[in-house]
């Protein structure tokens, strides 16, 4: 018998459930601690994951009988892919398939934090009203520049084509006529940088995106611009960060993903009324969990039966 940990993120359960075969053994709830995940991985022969679990060389060498891990979204930071290649352990991951809830998000929290919504319910909460309202700024007319024109990236400047936005795209890795369907001007992070009002974060956490964004990126933007991430907390570094809104360097920002998560309550990002957070949430749409699991457990089903999955959604060591 098959038997799968499950993290509990991975939801709708039952959809997930559903894409496995009947005799399985299926047990979900994983604490986000390698100790934990350990333990949980004695006699499992699947690992159904987010970026929430951590898969490093210490736990994939410690589960002895794991023959698969399946990554739920995009991102594969979480997973040591050197040794899970090293213990024949593939990975399966479903890349772009939470792309557009990804990208709805980071245009929600750009919105948000240009008509400053936390100022906003702060001062209803406070029995206040709009005469004690700073104003806003309005998206059109605006420059947006997007830092990772993949899945994401490219979606985000789809998404803007009805506010009437001038799109900057940083990339290089991308073809710049990738550009031209939204109508985009590929150019360098400094020059991106210095020109926008919005600046997009859409990019994977690599070793060359790690602390992309500091306290010398920072000061480039402009004092009124706003900084988005949605991309993964460590591409920015968050005491910089901190400082910037705190000088009010930039303008404001808004969050969905933290160096360290879950985010603390007593963190200083939640002070500051020009931030916009929510709880890595971005990809939590229920479009976008149900064809990703369908995805997910379609890959493992065919993987551990012998067959072949599509290259896209393998993931291997550079």
Known sequence: MTRAIVDQDITPTARLREGLPD??????????????????????????????????????????DLELIAKLG????????????????????????????????????????????????????????????????RLSGSTIGIVGFGDIGKRVGRLLDGFDVEILAADPYVPEIDTELVGAEMTDLDDLLARSDVVS?????????????????LARMADDAILINTARGPVVEEDALVQALREEVIGGAGLDVFATEPLEPESPLLAFEDVVVSPH?????????????????????????GGDVSERFMARPE
């Open 74 to 137: 995009t991102g594969v930071d979480s997973i040591d892919l050197a040794a899970a290649a090293e213990h024949d352990i593939p990975v399966t991951h479903t890349p772009g398939y939470n792309a557009l809830s990804v990208a709805e998000h980071t245009l929600c929290l750009t919105l948000a934090v240009a008509h400053r919504l936390t100022a906003a319910r702060n001062l209803v909460e406070a029995g206040e009203w709009r005469d004690e309202f700073e104003l806003a700024t």
């Open 23 to 64: 005799n399985w053994e299926i047990e979900v709830g994983i604490e986000n601690t390698a100790d934990a995940v350990i333990k949980k991985l004695q006699g499992a022969q699947v690992a159904f994951v987010t970026s929430r679990i951590p898969m490093g060389r210490e736990v994939i060498e410690n589960a002895p």
């Open 201 to 217: 974060l859409n990019t994977e956490l690599t070793a060359e995106t790690r602390g992309l964004i500091g306290e010398a990126e």
């Open 281 to 305: 949430t971005s990809a939590m749409t229920i479009e976008s969990r149900t064809e990703s699991i369908g995805r997910l457990t379609s890959n493992v089903v065919t993987l551990l039966s």
